[in-house]
């Protein structure tokens, strides 16, 4: 391979903690902790996310431990692939690129909605109405537009992209601690109750919500031929940032349970937005910082998913699961172009279906989620056992329990979408035609690969 059809290894410590982090701490926490807390209660959210967060440790202890011992582009595909074969490895990476995909669509609806809060004038020209949902020729033309620009900022590389999502980091962060610091001393601990609602029904009604909060630790495998860290450093940012984000979450849920009292949760529209404005005398002020952070989450999210939607998309494409032009690596930007534009396009695509996508993604791309991590759980114990001696520089202890804890964790959660009446089961036609328009788009791709005569060869996974 000549250094033109290399990656560049441009990102350092900082940089791989922010894609991962800034992933799982995107823009959900501002639209979605208010049901949370009125699904669940406040105690009851709080332990769902913490359950939920206990299942992602789990499944990045093997994620960790396989970045660590083969840290090449593709991730899923690249565990999967060495441990299961090639028609499971397809299966895995197909199903986490939905995932990343939903996130990426999932912004490119979130922006134009959220700008309706701070410009509510801006909305012009009806359209026509999907499912209930007024679409207007303004709030479509920023979808697009927007997503025009954060795939030509991962076009033009990756240190660019990773520039960005440092700095919107930050901006959350501040905004973040803002809100929290805010409730502690200006809220009321009379205003948490009640804790739970439903009890384990509201909590579990939670949980199965958490992977598509937590998805984005799996960036760092995408990318980690990108990195210029040493591989045992890998797993530890990957855990590192799995515990932050949960420890992120419980502490904005408890935040905004302190500044507003169950009555004033059900009656707003953009509850942390508004308890922002509360703990802070009602400024308005306050509450346009918070959503200008809730839009700094929106780019993080955005951002780190077309790192590794695209990476894992090139990866199938090099060993011929998909069409070979997917593989082109750009000789100068030195990020797989092509792979990029498609996920541009099929994004930009997303708008045109109206708010309602934000639930259908959530569900979808959670499903497909946790279908792909049962798979890399199960890659993790099979190479245990195949591959006893190949070397880890991360390397998990309790290799059986923490194997079978995350399986079992992800069967129960995947359960859950599957099972008619269940809290996440998904809905007919829309959420499972995500699932089975995507599965055939994979199978058109897959045939086009075989027919194309691209050569079916066994990638070398192995550290040079």
Not at 24 to 33: F, P
Not at 119 to 135: E, R, S
């Amino acid at each position: 391979m000549s250094n033109n059809d290399k990656f560049d290894k441009v990102l350092n410590k900082s940089d791989v903690f922010v894609l991962a982090f800034g992933a799982m701490i995107g823009w959900g926490w501002v639209v979605l902790s208010g049901e949370w807390i009125q699904t669940a209660g406040t105690l009851g959210a709080i332990l769902a996310f913490v359950f939920g967060g206990i299942m992602v440790l789990f499944v990045g202890q093997a994620y960790a431990e396989l970045t660590s011992a083969m840290p090449k582009c593709g991730g899923e595909q690249v565990f999967s692939y060495r441990a299961l074969g090639r028609n499971a490895s397809f299966i895995c990476t197909w199903a986490i690129i939905l995932g990343y995909i939903s996130v990426i669509a999932f912004e490119t609806v979130a922006l134009p909605t959220v700008l309706q809060y701070i410009f509510p004038g801006y909305i012009k020209g009806y359209l026509y109405t999907v499912a209930g949902f007024d679409v207007y020729g303004t709030w479509l033309l920023v979808g697009v537009v927007s997503s025009i620009v954060i795939t030509i900022i991962n076009y033009f590389g990756v240190k660019t992209a990773a520039f960005l999502q440092g700095l919107c980091t930050v901006l959350i962060s501040l905004v973040g601690l803002g809100l929290i610091g805010g409730s502690f001393v200006n809220g009321s601990s009379s205003n948490i109750q009640p804790l739970f609602i439903d009890g384990v029904g509201g909590l579990m009604t939670v949980a199965v919500m958490t992977p598509f909060m937590y998805v984005g630790f799996d960036v760092i495998p995408q990318a980690a031929e990108e990195m210029n860290v040493p591989f045992k450093k890998i797993g530890q940012i990957l855990i590192l940032s799995v515990v932050m984000a949960v420890l992120w979450y419980a502490m904005i849920i408890l935040g905004v349970s302190l500044a507003m009292d169950s009555a004033e949760i059900s009656a707003s529209s953009l509850v942390t937005a508004d308890a922002m404005a509360k703990v802070y005398n009602g400024s308005s002020l306050a509450s346009k910082i918070l959503i200008l952070g809730g839009i700094a989450g929106i780019i993080t999210s955005w951002n780190s998913f077309y790192v590794g939607g695209s990476r894992a998309i090139y990866s199938m494409a090099a060993c011929g699961m998909l069409p070979s032009f997917l593989a082109k690596l750009h000789p100068k930007y030195k990020t797989p172009s092509n792979a990029i534009i498609l996920i541009g396009i099929i994004t930009s695509l997303s708008p045109f279906l109206g708010r309602n996508m934000l639930v259908w993604l959530s569900n979808a791309g959670g499903c497909s989620i946790v279908v792909s991590y049962s798979m890399v759980c199960i890659s993790f114990l099979v190479l245990r056992k195949k591959e006893p001696n190949m070397p880890r520089p991360y390397k998990v202890k309790n290799v059986r329990f923490v194997g079978a804890a995350s399986i079992c964790m992800c069967i129960f959660l995947g359960v859950m979408y599957l099972i008619p009446g269940a809290p996440a089961a998904l809905v007919w036609p829309y959420e499972w035609g995500i699932i089975l328009g995507w599965a055939a788009l994979g199978l058109f791709f897959y045939i086009w690969a075989a027919v194309s005569n691209i050569e079916a060869h066994e990638p070398n996974y192995k550290i040079n």
